[in-house]
Nanobody, 124 residues
Framework: QVQLVESGGGLVQAGGSLRLSCVAS????????VGWFRQAPGKEREFVAA????????NYADSVKGRFTISRDNAETTVYLQMNSLKPEDTAAYYC?????????????????WGQGTQVTVSS
């Protein structure tokens, strides 16, 4: 099994930036495709970004394209989500997820490992 722990959330003003980290333990993380999802109160958990296990390909939800960047450092078993130009509608709990040998996976059911989440709040 792989255990995932997110960090880096917080309160930021609109237009600001945050960098989320997803740290893995328990297995070699470089073999896992990783995605970021978010869930706002009263809403479904939605796809944000994904990176293939090789790190050579990424995908983004239209709502974050051009503002968020997903990257990975396999040597440090960490996947990052750099979030720039944040908007109040980005407010949500953010979760990272992983799947062994995962490609660009954009739905919740594609992933079988999940972190506990980190809260991001963007004030207007």
């Amino acid at each position: 099994q792989v255990q995932l722990v997110e960090s880096g959330g917080g309160l930021v003003q609109a237009g600001g930036s945050l960098r989320l980290s997803c740290v893995a333990s328990g297995r070699t993380f470089s073999n896992y495709g990783v995605g970021w999802f978010r869930q706002a109160p009263g809403k479904e958990r939605e796809f944000v970004a994904a990176i293939i296990w090789t790190g050579r390909s990424t995908n983004y939800a239209d709502s974050v394209k051009g503002r968020f960047t997903i990257s990975r450092d396999n040597a440090e078993t960490t996947v990052y989500l750099q979030m720039n130009s944040l908007k109040p509608e980005d407010t949500a709990a953010y979760y990272c997820a992983a799947r062994l040998w995962g490609g660009i996976l954009t739905t919740r059911n594609d992933y079988n490992y999940w972190g506990q989440g980190t809260q991001v709040t963007v004030s207007s």
